[in-house]
């Protein structure tokens, strides 16, 4: 199983970014498709996950400012991120969930998101 992501990078306080994640090797339903970040220094944090029958969550955090999209028949999934801060910053992680969103299965390797104010 491979998560792979990409769409990572700098920007300056208030861009945007998009985050995807190609997977290969997976079950042909995944039950959550996920992101994680992780600052310097911090514990890895949960920033949103979107289910297969179409729920998103989110955390507080980011509300109104991302959106994950997933497309089931790939098994890919995308974070669109809007009016991006500082403490955005951090390694963002794919992960994939196959029965329950509160069990993650596997991890990609991560990319770089870095915000300057």
């Known amino acids: 199983v491979q998560l792979v992501e990409s769409g990572g990078g700098s920007v300056q306080t208030g861009g945007s970014l998009r985050l995807s994640c190609a997977t290969s090797?997976?079950?042909?339903?995944?039950?959550?498709l996920s992101w994680f970040r992780q600052a310097l220094g911090n514990e890895r944090e949960w920033v949103a996950s979107s289910k297969v029958h179409g729920k998103t969550d989110y955390v507080d955090s980011v509300k109104g400012r991302f959106t994950i999209s997933r497309d089931n028949a790939k098994n890919t999934v995308s974070l669109q991120m809007n009016s991006l801060n500082p403490e955005d910053s951090g390694t963002y992680y794919c992960?994939?969930?196959?029965?329950?969103?509160?069990?993650?299965?596997?991890w990609g390797q991560g990319t770089q998101v870095t915000v300057s104010s």
């Open positions: 992960a994939a969930s196959v029965r329950t969103c509160g069990v993650t299965d596997y």
């Open positions: 090797g997976l079950p042909s339903r995944v039950y959550c």
